[in-house]
């Protein structure tokens, strides 16, 4: 990954230009995390962020409001708000405790920014 980031970015006279690659890169937006998931380009898309430059397209965007309204996680399992019973999720190869678990953290992250979010789509949180 260095090796990659070495030779990228305007300061190597090799700029990071998302728009006029954007076949090779895919990016998908998760709301309302704020989450971009991009799938090829890595090594590009690491050194725009390092260099703070250029931009990319975002192919897709999904929404997990509707599924935030429906559902929470409890620190160990997710629930359903409705009936207030276990989601199974036995489909997960070898139950996946550490994923699980760090899904159902951005799970809530999601939450709570959209809870936070004014009529304008700005986060503003009061931290005291």
């Given at each position: 990954m260095i090796d990659g980031l070495i030779g990228l970015g305007e300061i190597?006279?090799?700029?990071?230009n998302g728009i006029s690659f954007?076949?090779?890169i895919q990016a998908v937006l998760i709301e309302p995390l704020g989450l971009v998931v991009v799938d090829n380009g890595n090594h590009s898309v690491n050194a725009a962020i390092v260099y703070d430059e250029g931009e990319i397209i975002v192919n897709t965007v999904i929404d997990i409001s509707e599924v935030l309204?429906?559902?929470r996680f409890d620190g160990k399992k997710y629930v359903s708000v409705e009936?207030?019973?276990i989601v199974n999720i036995?489909?997960?190869k070898n139950n996946s405790e550490p994923f699980t678990y760090t899904f159902g953290l951005l799970f809530e992250m999601a939450r709570v920014l959209k809870n936070a979010k004014d009529e304008n789509g700005y986060v503003y949180y009061?931290?005291?």
């Open positions: 190597n006279k090799n700029p990071f954007a076949y090779n309204e429906r559902y009936t207030n019973k036995e489909n997960l009061d931290v005291n």
